[in-house]
Structure formats: structure tokens, C-alpha cells
T-cell receptor, first 112, second 109 residues
């Protein structure tokens, strides 16, 4: 089944403790992207990648890192999480312009 | 940034057509118009996309204004399963997607 898989689905962590949210897709898509969703703000793009080793900042990249060492994986790294990064995170992949994205099921992160 | 404007919420009776509007006055010539929907507790789901001409698929129709500054997503017969938040998105170059806050559609039985 074609899908985008994120792990974990739920995560509670403490301020400052580095964490990684993994994202993997099995559709051989070149484009991948991370979004965060907050009440009243909709979905905002954090980072996106158009190919292996190519990443670019989205609307809200501060406090996040990403890497794209292989086509199928696009992990989101929070080096020093803070409470304002408490959010619902979605990973997505796409076959490129102008095709749409397939989204994962989301990761709900709480930073205390 | 390419931005869109949608009503916060809309209601529709079950089995009636629904017209969801979107304004995108800053659209550029190469921007595609995408529509996604998000059901409760799920990730966004692709609905339809288009550039200049109207588009139809099994889920919906997309009507694009001649000047491309607005578009309308048409659900031909709303069902309870269509209750969701609908996002109108402009895809800028480089496959960047700019989501807004969307329209929350309530379907009344």
C-alpha cells in the first residue's frame, strides 16, 4: 500500500531533550515536506526537500532541522525542543509539480 | 507568499450540492490551485487540482475563474462523510504549498 509513515504517533518530552520524528515513504517520491498544525493557524510548512541532499526552509523553520540522505526518508530533528513546539506534525511526499502530496497520519508532540 | 482566503465555516444539507469558494488574488501565472480536505484526526487528503480550466474527478469539480483570482470546489451531493476542513492551496514553484486555515464544512442530515 502506498503510504507515508511517521513515527512516533504520540510523543511527550521535556524541554531541551533532542528528539527525532521519522518519516518514510514507499512511493519513490522525490518531494517531501514537513508541516505543523496549530489551532487557528492551519498547516504551516517547516521544511521541504525536492531531492536527496536538497532541502529548503518553509514558513516556520526556526528550531527544526531536517536531512534527506536517501530518497525514502525525511526525518525531522528538534535539537532543543521548547514548549512552543508543542504541535501536530505531518510529513508528506509528492511526485513533484504539479502533483499533490500524500500525507502521513501525524505525530502529536507535547514539550513540557 | 501566495495566499488564499476562504470562509471559516459553511453548512450544507445532506445530498445537496456544496460550493466552497476560495479567493487567491495574488496568484501568479504558473501557480496551480489545489484542494485538500482533512477529516477529524487524520492528515490532509488530496481532492483535486487545476491550472486554468475547470476540472472534474470522482470526488469533486473545480471551477476556476477566468482571471484565476478565485476558484470554487463543488461537491455534487454532500454526504455525512464529506464533513471536513477543506483547504484551498496555491502551489508555488518548487512544490511549496501554502495552506490557509480552511473552511470547516458541516453536513446536516
Amino acid at each position: 500500500e502506498a503510504q507515508v509513515t511517521q513515527n512516533p504517533r504520540y510523543l511527550i518530552t521535556v524541554t531541551g531533550k533532542k528528539l527525532t520524528v521519522t518519516c518514510s515513504q514507499n512511493m519513490n517520491h522525490e518531494y517531501m515536506s514537513w508541516y505543523r498544525q496549530d489551532p487557528g493557524l492551519g498547516l504551516r510548512q517547516i521544511y521541504y526537500s525536492m531531492n536527496v541532499e536538497v532541502t529548503d526552509k518553509g514558513d516556520v523553520p526556526e528550531g527544526y532541522k531536517v536531512s534527506r540522505k536517501e530518497k525514502r526518508n525525511f526525518p525531522l530533528i528538534l535539537e532543543s525542543p521548547s514548549p512552543n513546539q508543542t504541535s501536530l506534525y505531518f510529513c508528506a511526499s509528492s511526485d513533484g509539480h504539479p502533483y499533490g502530496y500524500t500525507f502521513g497520519s501525524g505525530t502529536r508532540l507535547t514539550v513540557v | 507568499d501566495a495566499k488564499t482566503t476562504q470562509p471559516n465555516s459553511m453548512e450544507s444539507n445532506e445530498e445537496e450540492p456544496v460550493h466552497l469558494p476560495c479567493n487567491h488574488s495574488t496568484i501568479s501565472g504558473t501557480d496551480y490551485i489545489h484542494w485538500y480536505r482533512q477529516l477529524p484526526s487524520q492528515g490532509p487528503e488530496y481532492v483535486i487540482h487545476g491550472l486554468t480550466s475547470n476540472v472534474n474527478n470522482r470526488m469533486a469539480s473545480l471551477a476556476i475563474a477566468e482571471d484565476r483570482k478565485s476558484s470554487t470546489l463543488i461537491l455534487h451531493r454532500a454526504t455525512l462523510r464529506d464533513a471536513a476542513v477543506y483547504y484551498c492551496i496555491l502551489e508555488a514553484t518548487g512544490n511549496q504549498f501554502y495552506f490557509g486555515t480552511g473552511t470547516s464544512l458541516t453536513v446536516i442530515p
